[in-house]
């Protein structure tokens, strides 16, 4: 089958402001309270806050973050990773990092977060690489990326969609796959692509991850992880070090810290409790690490967030993020 060689990415600054001013007017109906708002569509949420949030710890499931009012900043591997109304957000694999929001009552952050459906996915990335020829790209975790006019007008169209009951069930995974579609052979859609193919190391290292987040509650080592990942320790742990950003066993305590952070907001589960079900054997030892971590101690945090955030609790699958 014959290539088609791609067309230059759109680096426009972003949405007309009639265009972004629609879409801010929609998601202010469709999330008229802050924190997560549900949809039709399980792998959809949309995000509100009316205040600024500071630099906190978050860990962020695989998904696209499109903030059409607002702003974000993640800071990941001493670098910055900005998305607001003319950047969008892409993570390929779960990663740790800090972030900041800037909002306000006058003017919320307002934010669409897709959780995605890897075998969509990755079906459309196999038929792209078929038919549009870009050079050899390293995968990549996470990146930020100019909005181009033809992504700004997909979520245009939507915001407007889900607008509608009827055309939130019928269309919107439509236009949920055209997303993709759109990420995908964006400025850093080859990198997304790589991520997806589990090209070379990366493939071995992203279901390490994926290991770490199904069973961080039993005894996890680097040898076991290495031994599955089918490396030498030493090769594993550079690699792993190259792809997150933190060493396996640091990347392990992330998660389950982060993971008894939900079960006490969410769950009201005590941090002894919490502890326990995310694979600590001593309280002593999580209220300490807990504490080195975020800052407060589990009770302080726990009375910080309830403070800060309206986060209702999830349905059905497990989410990983933790704040807005």
């Not at 569509?41 to 973050?65: C, H, N």
């Not at 589990?198 to 992880?225: N, Y």
Request: proline letters at 7%.
């Amino acid at each position: 089958m014959k290539k088609l060689r791609a067309s230059p990415p759109d680096h426009a600054a972003g949405a007309s402001k009639e265009r972004q001013a629609r879409m801010v007017a929609l998601l202010k109906r469709l999330a008229p309270q802050e924190g997560y708002t549900l949809t039709a569509l399980p792998d959809v949420r949309f995000l509100r806050s009316d205040r600024p949030l500071a630099s906190t710890p978050v860990l962020y499931e695989p998904g696209i973050v499109v903030v059409c009012q607002g702003r974000k900043r993640g800071l990941w591997a001493n670098e910055v990773y900005l998305y607001d109304a003319q950047h969008y957000l892409a993570v390929s694999v779960p990663v740790p990092f800090t972030m900041e929001t800037d909002a306000s009552a006058d003017e919320p952050l307002l934010a669409i977060y897709f959780s995605l459906d890897l075998t969509v996915l990755a079906s459309l990335a196999l038929q792209v690489d078929e038919l549009i020829e870009s050079p050899p790209t390293a995968p990549a975790g996470m990146f930020s990326t100019p909005m181009d006019d033809a992504l700004a007008q997909t979520v245009l169209r939507f915001l407007e969609a889900m607008s509608s009951p009827v055309e939130a069930v019928l269309l919107g995974p439509a236009l949920v796959r055209e997303i993709y579609f759109r990420v995908l052979i964006g400025e850093q859609g080859a990198s997304m692509r790589a991520a997806l193919a589990g090209r070379g190391q990366f493939g071995k290292i992203a279901k390490a991850v994926r290991r770490i987040h199904t069973t961080f509650s039993e005894r996890l080592t680097v040898d076991r992880l290495a031994r599955e990942a089918g490396m030498s320790v030493p090769t594993f742990h550079a690699h792993f070090r190259a792809i997150t950003q933190s060493s396996p066993m640091q990347y392990l305590k992330s998660v389950r810290l982060h993971q008894a952070r939900l079960l006490m907001l969410r769950n009201e589960k005590t941090a002894s409790a919490a502890s326990i079900e995310v694979g600590y054997e001593s309280a002593s030892q999580f209220s300490r690490e807990f504490k080195r971590f975020f800052g407060l101690s589990p009770s302080e945090e726990i009375v910080r967030l309830k403070s800060s955030f309206a986060m209702p609790p999830l349905p059905g699958k497990q989410v990983w993020v933790t704040s807005h």
